[in-house]
Each structure stands twice: as structure tokens, then as C-alpha cells.
């Protein structure tokens, strides 16, 4: 059983910055590429960013390149979405999870996930 906690969330005026963090149980997440997904009220969830096993590849959403940035601390078992240049359209609840394919190494679909934090709220005003 994998458990993966969000943190980090919280309220912050357009152009400021947010760190959000999952930690996960399990001895196994070291194997996996993690993701990170974000969704609005009255909106599908998408895809932010994903980094691979070792954390030497990653990819990004195009709303956010060049202001996120994923990075993991397999040691820790954390994963990290570093948030620069908020914008109040990245206003959403932001959603953690583990690739469901160990050879997967950067899945951007939602259907790719098998274990999912419960969520951290991120408001951006302008």
C-alpha cells in the first residue's frame, strides 16, 4: 500500500511563489516516475509535471514551463513542485501521484497514476 501526502498549499498574490511537497510511504518509490496534476473547480484534472525514477528527466504542462519546476529527494521519499510567477489561472487543488507502470518513465496521462494524494489547495489572487 502506497500512501502520498501533500503539503506546501496555501494563499498567494499573483507573481508569488509556492513549494509544494509529497511524501510517500513505501519502499518502492525510488522505482517510480511521480507526477504532479492540478484541477479547478468545474474543470477536469490535467497534467502539471512529471519526473522520472531517478529524477534526471522531466516534462511540463505548457501553462507552466518556465515558472515550475519538479524535483524529487528519493532518499526522503518526497517529491517537489516548485511554483514561480503565479498566476490566479493556477488556481486549483494540486494533486500528487505515483506512475501505476514501473517502466513508465514520464506518463502525462491521468489514466497512467494508480496512487493519488488527497490534494493541497493552491489560490493565487490577483
Known amino acids: 500500500q502506497v500512501q502520498l501526502v501533500e503539503s506546501g498549499g496555501g494563499s498567494v498574490q499573483a507573481g508569488g511563489s509556492l513549494r509544494l511537497s509529497c511524501a510517500a510511504s513505501?519502499?518502492?518509490?525510488?522505482?517510480?516516475?511521480m507526477g504532479w496534476f492540478r484541477q479547478a473547480p468545474g474543470k477536469e484534472r490535467e497534467f502539471v509535471a512529471v519526473?522520472?525514477?531517478?529524477?534526471?528527466?522531466?516534462n511540463y504542462a505548457d501553462s507552466v514551463k518556465g515558472r515550475f519546476t519538479i524535483s524529487r529527494d528519493n532518499a526522503k521519499n518526497t517529491v517537489y513542485l516548485q511554483m514561480n510567477s503565479l498566476k490566479p489561472e493556477d488556481t486549483a487543488v494540486y494533486y500528487c501521484?505515483?506512475?501505476?507502470?514501473?517502466?513508465?518513465?514520464?506518463?502525462?496521462?491521468?489514466?497512467?497514476?494508480?496512487?493519488w494524494g488527497q490534494g493541497t489547495q493552491v489560490t493565487v489572487s490577483s
Open positions: 519526473i522520472s525514477w531517478s529524477g534526471g528527466s522531466d
Open positions: 501521484a505515483r506512475s501505476s507502470d514501473i517502466r513508465a518513465i514520464l506518463p502525462i496521462h491521468i489514466l497512467g497514476y494508480d496512487y
Open positions: 513505501g519502499r518502492t518509490f525510488s522505482r517510480y516516475a
